[in-house]
């Protein structure tokens, strides 16, 4: 009987993330494997910051046109569930004075399919041709059957203009399923005494020689890392 | 003659056309300066009235240099061959293109190589139906084995082989591969409308327990 009270608290602290849907990422074995990473009050935490290309080849939606993206993974201790929720995170450039919270996916979602929506989609398609003829004809002035050949080349280029929208992701449904991948790749929140990992999504964009400090709150403590 | 020196040159510098074409895949911002001018202008008369109405014209102008952008790729590269042979009673010389047989064979029977017999085949490449379905997106699958079966959602969909190129209606959908003796691949992919997504599946082979078995054994 004793044995089952811990496991159904465990049940109990893994269900809302379980049921919430987002799967968020595998978390690397230990905090350390992350380029920062912290401990306090037995919460270890790892984060890094993606790269462009990273963001690129990580995620179907352009994330890059709104949004910096950093990893995080949290390590509970396994006696002490850990809630975990975006409000308790924020980036600010170091040195500033504001700082940014994480946007949810459905509002990332929006902001790629509003900026798709204004896109033109310009397709240009060049084509080059060269042939050969030949052939006898019978010359009007002299009468006489005369043979000739020659060589032909051309060249063209077709563009086509499309209109507004015409872009990748620019539809409802693809708003749909931006949100979806953002969300199911984004960091779970709930309560957990697992270790979890997942995407965070703050809208701002990066810019060069500026530093990143990403800020969690765990268990009321703040925790500062630097995002390299 | 010029024409045609003029030709041939534009015919080799093409392939130098082409390759700056390509890096135009990615995507570049255009912004148009009329209508950025336009804007600029306007905001030049809001600003004149209260701080608060400047701020909102700031925004509007970011708005209007977002709604600006433009984005090139290059599309289908087309390269056509094409020989013909006449034999008729008269000959026209054209001035600009050489000469013609206008007679029994012209126009029925020339055949240019880029407007005879692929002429079809452009035209459905120039309105752009070749190139991207609208509403869906384009998942280009390599597999080893090619034999590997291929699922989506759970539904068989056909062997890898068969399925190098499919067009899905934007989604999220489990995609999974397999073939006997090897280990199965699982992704989940999203599909966007017009969008291409590659996706390498390379099934690793299982390991045989009486193989690693026999392994361990050193003598």
Request: some cysteine; glycine content about 8%.
């Amino acid at each position: 009987m004793n044995r089952k009270i811990p496991l159904g608290l465990v049940l109990l602290a893994v269900a809302p993330l379980v049921a919430s849907g987002p799967r968020g990422t595998v978390p690397k074995p230990a905090a350390n494997r992350y380029p920062s990473h912290a401990e306090k009050d037995s919460v270890s935490v790892g984060a890094a910051l993606l790269t462009s290309d990273e963001v690129r080849k990580t995620f179907v939606s352009e994330v890059n046109r709104c949004c910096v993206v950093v990893e995080v993974a949290l390590y509970p201790s396994k006696d002490k569930p850990q809630p975990v929720s975006l409000d308790d995170f924020a980036v600010r450039v170091m040195g500033s004075e504001t700082a940014v919270k994480p946007s949810s996916a459905k509002v990332v979602a929006a902001s790629i399919q509003k900026s798709a929506e204004s896109q033109r989609d310009v397709t240009v398609s060049p084509s080059v041709g060269v042939g050969h003829e030949s052939g006898t004809y019978v010359d009007p002035v002299t009468g006489a059957r005369t043979s000739r050949h020659g060589t032909y080349t051309e060249v063209g280029v077709a563009v086509g203009i499309g209109e507004p929208g015409s872009y990748p992701g620019s539809s409802e449904r693809d708003r749909d399923t931006m949100q979806t991948e953002l969300s199911e790749k984004g960091l779970p929140e709930g309560t957990t005494s697992a270790p979890v990992a997942g995407y965070l999504y703050f809208p701002l964009t990066k810019k060069k020689n500026t530093t990143l400090q990403l800020e969690c709150v765990l268990n009321g403590n703040k925790v500062v890392l630097t995002l390299p | 003659m010029a024409a045609r020196v003029l030709l041939l040159i534009i015919l080799l510098t093409s392939p130098a056309m082409l390759l700056c074409a390509i890096p135009q895949q990615a995507s570049t911002a255009i912004q148009q300066d009329s209508a950025a001018s336009a804007v600029s202008g306007w905001s030049k008369q809001a600003g004149e009235q209260a701080p608060a109405a400047a701020k909102t014209d700031d925004k509007v102008q970011k708005d209007a240099k977002s709604l600006q952008k433009i984005h090139v790729r290059l599309g289908t590269v087309s390269f056509g061959l094409g020989y013909s042979y006449f034999s008729g009673p008269y000959y026209y010389q054209y001035p600009m293109f050489g000469f013609y047989p206008y007679g029994l064979t012209h126009p029925a029977l020339f055949c240019d190589p880029l407007w005879c017999a692929p002429a079809s085949l452009l035209g459905s490449v120039y309105s752009g139906s070749l190139a991207y379905a609208a509403d869906k997106g384009e998942v280009r699958l390599t597999a080893d084995p090619k034999t590997a079966e291929v699922y989506i959602d759970g539904a068989y969909a056909g062997t890898a082989d068969h399925l190098k190129t499919m067009w899905l209606d934007s989604g999220a959908y489990d995609l999974s591969v397999s073939a006997m003796g090897r280990k199965e691949f699982h992704q989940r992919i999203y599909v966007l409308s017009r969008k291409s997504l590659k996706i390498l599946a390379r099934l690793e082979p299982e390991k045989a327990p009486d193989a690693t078995g026999e392994a361990e054994v050193k003598p």
